[in-house]
């Protein structure tokens, strides 16, 4: 079955980085867009940044806009985050999921990975 | 940018009750609509995708329904493992978002 495992969260500065990695398995890794998505502590979902299967496309939200990097290797089926200029909103549990087209351009998330917990702080 | 409101943010409900939380868009989606479902400590789990098709393996008292800016999930019979929360998200347009969520609680 698909599995997503992300790694690399930690507690960080402010102002450093850090970067996520999030390793899929039992999918053609390739043939697959993907998303990071986060969770602040006690909040609900804020989706982060996508990038498309061969990593040609990419969008981010305006709130990492300039300060993350998605990227990914399809030769290791692994997707990055890279996030520099940490800050202490940036605190939260990093999700990578599975972007799906389901019928008529709708895309999904699905499956998800467990997370991985970032704290930025001093 | 697209916003989403969802409510209620909190619901009381006991075993049985049958359950609907709204999602409203800021401007219209069509259907690029998906609900998904979120446990304490875990990952979120997709239930309806495109306003109202239903995710495999999801029990069918999930039900979605909607198009344009006003969308409804609705659980038809509550069950316990059914108390969680949930969150409406839209795919229609970049920067992707989710509403807020609506906490499902035992009464």
């Known amino acids: 079955q698909v599995q997503l495992v992300e790694s690399g969260g930690g507690v960080v500065q402010p102002g450093r980085s850090l970067r996520l990695s999030c390793a899929a398995s039992g999918i053609t890794f390739s043939a697959y867009a993907m998303h990071w998505v986060r969770q602040a502590p006690g909040k609900g979902l804020e989706w982060v940044a996508f990038?498309?299967?061969?990593?040609?496309?990419?969008y981010y939200a305006d709130s990492v806009k300039g300060r993350f990097t998605i990227s990914r290797d399809n030769s290791k089926n692994t997707l990055y985050l890279q996030m520099n200029s940490l800050r202490a909103e940036d605190t939260a549990v990093y999700y990578c999921a599975r972007d799906r087209l389901s019928g008529s351009g709708n895309r999904v998330f699905d499956p998800w990975g467990q997370g991985t917990l970032v704290t930025v702080s001093s | 940018d697209i916003q989403m409101t969802q409510s209620p943010s909190s619901l009381s409900a006991s075993v049985g009750d049958r359950v609907t939380i709204t999602c409203r868009a800021s401007?219209?989606?069509?259907?690029?609509l998906n609900w998904y479902q979120q446990k304490p400590g875990k990952a979120p789990k997709l239930l309806i995708y495109?306003?109202?098709s239903l995710q495999s393996g999801v029990p069918s008292r999930f039900s979605g329904s909607g198009s344009g800016t006003d969308f409804t999930l609705a659980i038809g019979s509550l069950q316990p493992e059914d108390f969680a929360t949930y969150y409406c998200q839209q795919s229609y347009s970049f920067p992707y978002s989710f509403g807020q969520g609506t906490k499902l609680e035992s009464k």
């Open positions: 990038i498309l299967y061969d990593g040609s496309n990419k």
């Open positions: 401007q219209s989606i069509s259907s690029y």
């Open positions: 495109a306003a109202s």
